[in-house]
């Protein structure tokens, strides 16, 4: 048979790595910046841009996107050609898909800093950007399909299914959650409000984990770890019951993300059944990842690659039996709100994903520039530096939570609680956010070692740009017999659109009810929008990235209602574009903090914003003095007004003409409350409209004292 030769692209892999490395990097350190405000909040330098509210969500796209992201791409660009013996579809969309996704993540740095968000957690992006994302994706997508479609070898390997889920799944996702009406360049509002807003978020988020996190990395799982112990993968029917359970039964699983939510109980429900499900196959791909290090263990003591890969997958099942656990009602009662829900996606991403990939940086350096690891003690020695990271970030992590969580819920004798105020709370877990900060600084010099390591490996060798190959060409000819599985595996096509419609099933059942069906969204009559003052001041709310620290959600839980108040109803948040529940609170809730024994003075949030530390001594939020500086825009209130009606908020034809008028009056009010107590404002500050807002939350509905 005659063979056909041909050569792989490995510049595209080297420049992925090289992107991932940076990013990794500029993640980590803002992953740091953000642990250290938590004990030192001086340490945003009183800039408005580097606050935790703003670099939260920096840390988190940068990680997820760029360390990942680009890494996941690497392992993808340089495993496919290799699986399927042919050289990626087209060189130009490689490189449109490289300086494309760099280009988004040089976009995210700037505008997520500057306070362009749209709140949405993993998805806090503008709408450019995200129309970029959707572009490049596709790009993406077109690559690996055309790859696989172009192949010499005949079957799919099960490490190319994992990538095909990829690409289909986080395609639906992005584009379904982000749809937005845009208000200007670099301001949006969200499509959906409320409880809608929410489902789609979290069956967004906990898929974004799910296909951007997960079913890539198992797919390199199922290529690198097989060749870095010499062993082939130990079942391969087990990969397959692996594969289509895991991505049948993960985009049922997001509701478990609002349990005790407004949300209607029949999803929360729902949720929670498919969350216990996963275990299953997400513990089936562990197992067949570990068992295919049997005859090889030995190595593991040696070989640093196979020790990262080793740990990486024992966190990935420490983590997917954990999720399943908080999803029980009964647990996620102690868990929700608090950082173990922190700790456990950290282990996830520091433990699963990283250390997956820093085995198989030290696999591919080697490969690609033709030369043996520099040092391998350097590379066990980022291995226990990473380890003692993971350790030291994790468990004060889980003490931190579970502690908070008692606190939140100790009642005395005569049944009021005991920790009336939430700051007292704070204070007790401090030094456990210091030893956070820690093990941080461990994962990031291990981090650092390995970067010196890979490049003494690189320079002591040559990089190989062309890789020279050879293989048959694919003979087109119907083969009957054999395993089911493998005639889906020689039908690519046909095997995209069944993924396509394994992971439509669960998302069109969660979603469509909760649209069309009026009585999963009850409406309160005395529910009304935001004045044009109070919409300001959500949107500078959301700007400053405070739902990061505060929820808006009061659970129907007694230690819930106690502290802040009337439990929500859905109805309250039907004109919320976008809800903002929030899924942490190193602050209290703020739900009912315009009424009630919760209600405070305009010149307490006035002096509140301004030195918190003054106000509630031990305060570890950050103070906003250019709250005080800053005007509130006042050109773009009537463009707010006009979007927020196109998707459904009944503001009156031709309001926008009058809105400002309407915001200066209520501004004056509140100015003037303010001269009252002795202090002079003007009533055209960003503070004005702050604390509109924070008066008007729980104003709609009847508050039980």
């Given at each position: 048979m005659e063979l056909e030769k041909f050569s792989y692209d490995n510049k595209v892999v080297k420049y992925f790595t090289i992107a991932s490395i940076i990013f990794g990097v500029i993640a980590m350190l803002a992953g740091l910046t953000a642990a250290i405000q938590l004990f030192h909040p001086a340490f945003n330098f009183d800039l408005q841009y580097t606050t935790f509210g703003r670099v939260r969500p920096l840390h988190t796209n940068a990680v997820i996107f760029g360390f990942i992201g680009n890494a996941m791409f690497a392992g993808i660009y340089y495993s496919l050609q290799r699986l399927l013996k042919a050289r990626?579809?087209?060189?130009?969309?490689?490189?449109?898909?490289?300086?494309?996704?760099?280009?988004?993540?040089?976009?995210?740095?700037?505008?997520?800093?500057?306070?362009?968000?749209?709140?949405?957690?993993?998805?806090?992006?503008?709408?450019?950007?995200?129309?970029?994302?959707?572009?490049?994706?596709?790009?993406?997508?077109?690559?690996?399909?055309?790859?696989?479609?172009?192949?010499?070898?005949?079957?799919?390997?099960?490490?190319?299914w994992f990538y095909i889920a990829t690409f289909v799944t986080v395609a639906v996702l992005h584009i379904v959650n982000s749809f937005a009406i845009p208000v200007s360049f670099f301001k949006s509002y969200s499509w959906y409000a409320g409880v809608q807003d929410a489902l789609v978020q979290w069956w967004y988020g906990h898929n974004a984990v799910a296909f951007f996190l997960t079913t890539p990395f198992l797919g390199l799982m199922y290529y690198y770890l097989p060749k870095a112990a010499k062993r082939p993968v130990y079942s391969y029917k087990l990969s397959i019951i692996h594969f289509w359970s895991l991505i049948f039964i993960y985009i049922w699983a997001g509701p478990h993300h609002l349990l005790y939510t407004s949300l209607p109980d029949w999803a929360q429900s729902l949720g929670t059944a498919f969350s216990i499900m996963l275990i299953a196959p997400s513990w089936g791909g562990m197992l067949n990842g570990l068992l295919t290090l049997r005859g090889a263990w030995d190595r593991v003591r040696e070989d640093p690659i196979l020790k990262f890969m080793v740990v990486a997958i024992t966190c990935y099942g420490m983590a997917t039996f954990e999720g399943p656990m908080l999803s029980l009602k009964e647990v996620n009662a102690i868990g929700h709100f608090t950082d173990w829900i922190v700790a456990h996606v950290h282990v996830g991403a520091l433990g699963w994903n990283g250390f997956m990939i820093f085995g198989m940086f030290y696999w591919l350096v080697p490969k690609m520039w033709n030369t043996n690891l520099h040092s391998v003690k350097l590379a066990n020695v980022h291995f226990w530096l990473g380890t003692l990271g993971i350790i030291f970030y994790a468990l004060p992590m889980y003490v931190a939570g579970i502690v908070q969580s008692l606190m939140w819920q100790q009642f005395d004798a005569d049944g009021f609680l005991v920790y009336k105020n939430f700051l007292e709370t704070v204070i007790q877990i401090v030094p456990l956010y210091m030893l956070r900060a820690i093990g941080g600084i461990l994962y990031l010099s291990g981090v650092f070692v390995m970067i010196f390591n890979l490049i003494k490996t690189s320079s002591s060798g040559e990089f190989i740009a062309e890789e020279e190959a050879e293989a048959p060409a694919l003979v087109k000819k119907k083969i009957t017999g054999g395993h089911w599985h493998s005639a889906w595996e020689r039908k690519p096509v046909f095997f995209t659109v069944l993924t396509l419609i394994a992971i439509l099933i669960g998302g069109v059942i969660e979603m469509v009810p909760t649209f069309l069906i009026k009585s999963n969204?009850?409406?309160?009559?005395?529910?009304?929008?935001?004045?044009?003052?109070?919409?300001?001041?959500?949107?500078?709310?959301?700007?400053?990235?405070?739902?990061?620290?505060?929820?808006?959600?009061?659970?129907?839980?007694?230690?819930?209602?106690?502290?802040?108040?009337?439990?929500?109803?859905?109805?309250?948040?039907?004109?919320?574009?976008?809800?903002?529940?929030?899924?942490?609170?190193?602050?209290?809730?703020?739900?009912?903090?315009?009424?009630?024994?919760?209600?405070?003075?305009d010149t307490w949030h006035y002096n509140h914003l301004l030195a918190p530390d003054a106000v509630s001594a031990g305060s570890i939020m950050p103070a906003y003095p250019w709250l005080f500086e800053q005007a509130i825009d006042m050109e773009s209130t009537a463009d707010k007004i006009a979007a927020l009606r196109s998707v459904g908020v009944p503001y009156e034809e031709g309001f926008e003409e009058t809105a400002n008028a309407v915001l200066k009056i209520q501004a004056q009010t509140i100015a003037a409350n303010l001269k009252a107590d002795g202090i002079d404002a003007t009533g055209e500050e960003e503070i004005i409209a702050l604390i509109a807002y924070l008066q008007r939350l729980g104003t709609d509905i009847t508050v039980t004292q």
């Amino acid at each position: 048979m005659e063979l056909e030769k041909f050569s792989y692209d490995n510049k595209v892999v080297k420049y992925f790595t090289i992107a991932s490395i940076i990013f990794g990097v500029i993640a980590m350190l803002a992953g740091l910046t953000a642990a250290i405000q938590l004990f030192h909040p001086a340490f945003n330098f009183d800039l408005q841009y580097t606050t935790f509210g703003r670099v939260r969500p920096l840390h988190t796209n940068a990680v997820i996107f760029g360390f990942i992201g680009n890494a996941m791409f690497a392992g993808i660009y340089y495993s496919l050609q290799r699986l399927l013996k042919a050289r990626m579809f087209n060189d130009t969309l490689s490189w449109i898909n490289f300086w494309g996704w760099q280009a988004i993540l040089v976009a995210a740095a700037i505008t997520l800093p500057l306070g362009f968000t749209s709140s949405k957690e993993y998805a806090e992006l503008e709408w450019p950007i995200d129309i970029a994302i959707t572009l490049i994706w596709v790009v993406f997508g077109i690559n690996l399909i055309g790859t696989i479609i172009k192949r010499r070898e005949r079957h799919m390997y099960v490490a190319i299914w994992f990538y095909i889920a990829t690409f289909v799944t986080v395609a639906v996702l992005h584009i379904v959650n982000s749809f937005a009406i845009p208000v200007s360049f670099f301001k949006s509002y969200s499509w959906y409000a409320g409880v809608q807003d929410a489902l789609v978020q979290w069956w967004y988020g906990h898929n974004a984990v799910a296909f951007f996190l997960t079913t890539p990395f198992l797919g390199l799982m199922y290529y690198y770890l097989p060749k870095a112990a010499k062993r082939p993968v130990y079942s391969y029917k087990l990969s397959i019951i692996h594969f289509w359970s895991l991505i049948f039964i993960y985009i049922w699983a997001g509701p478990h993300h609002l349990l005790y939510t407004s949300l209607p109980d029949w999803a929360q429900s729902l949720g929670t059944a498919f969350s216990i499900m996963l275990i299953a196959p997400s513990w089936g791909g562990m197992l067949n990842g570990l068992l295919t290090l049997r005859g090889a263990w030995d190595r593991v003591r040696e070989d640093p690659i196979l020790k990262f890969m080793v740990v990486a997958i024992t966190c990935y099942g420490m983590a997917t039996f954990e999720g399943p656990m908080l999803s029980l009602k009964e647990v996620n009662a102690i868990g929700h709100f608090t950082d173990w829900i922190v700790a456990h996606v950290h282990v996830g991403a520091l433990g699963w994903n990283g250390f997956m990939i820093f085995g198989m940086f030290y696999w591919l350096v080697p490969k690609m520039w033709n030369t043996n690891l520099h040092s391998v003690k350097l590379a066990n020695v980022h291995f226990w530096l990473g380890t003692l990271g993971i350790i030291f970030y994790a468990l004060p992590m889980y003490v931190a939570g579970i502690v908070q969580s008692l606190m939140w819920q100790q009642f005395d004798a005569d049944g009021f609680l005991v920790y009336k105020n939430f700051l007292e709370t704070v204070i007790q877990i401090v030094p456990l956010y210091m030893l956070r900060a820690i093990g941080g600084i461990l994962y990031l010099s291990g981090v650092f070692v390995m970067i010196f390591n890979l490049i003494k490996t690189s320079s002591s060798g040559e990089f190989i740009a062309e890789e020279e190959a050879e293989a048959p060409a694919l003979v087109k000819k119907k083969i009957t017999g054999g395993h089911w599985h493998s005639a889906w595996e020689r039908k690519p096509v046909f095997f995209t659109v069944l993924t396509l419609i394994a992971i439509l099933i669960g998302g069109v059942i969660e979603m469509v009810p909760t649209f069309l069906i009026k009585s999963n969204i009850p409406t309160i009559s005395s529910v009304k929008p935001y004045t044009p003052l109070e919409l300001q001041g959500r949107d500078i709310y959301i700007r400053e990235g405070c739902n990061n620290c505060h929820s808006q959600m009061v659970r129907p839980l007694r230690f819930d209602t106690e502290r802040y108040g009337e439990y929500s109803k859905a109805g309250e948040f039907v004109y919320d574009h976008p809800f903002l529940w929030g899924s942490k609170r190193t602050g209290p809730d703020l739900a009912r903090e315009g009424v009630g024994k919760l209600k405070k003075s305009d010149t307490w949030h006035y002096n509140h914003l301004l030195a918190p530390d003054a106000v509630s001594a031990g305060s570890i939020m950050p103070a906003y003095p250019w709250l005080f500086e800053q005007a509130i825009d006042m050109e773009s209130t009537a463009d707010k007004i006009a979007a927020l009606r196109s998707v459904g908020v009944p503001y009156e034809e031709g309001f926008e003409e009058t809105a400002n008028a309407v915001l200066k009056i209520q501004a004056q009010t509140i100015a003037a409350n303010l001269k009252a107590d002795g202090i002079d404002a003007t009533g055209e500050e960003e503070i004005i409209a702050l604390i509109a807002y924070l008066q008007r939350l729980g104003t709609d509905i009847t508050v039980t004292q």
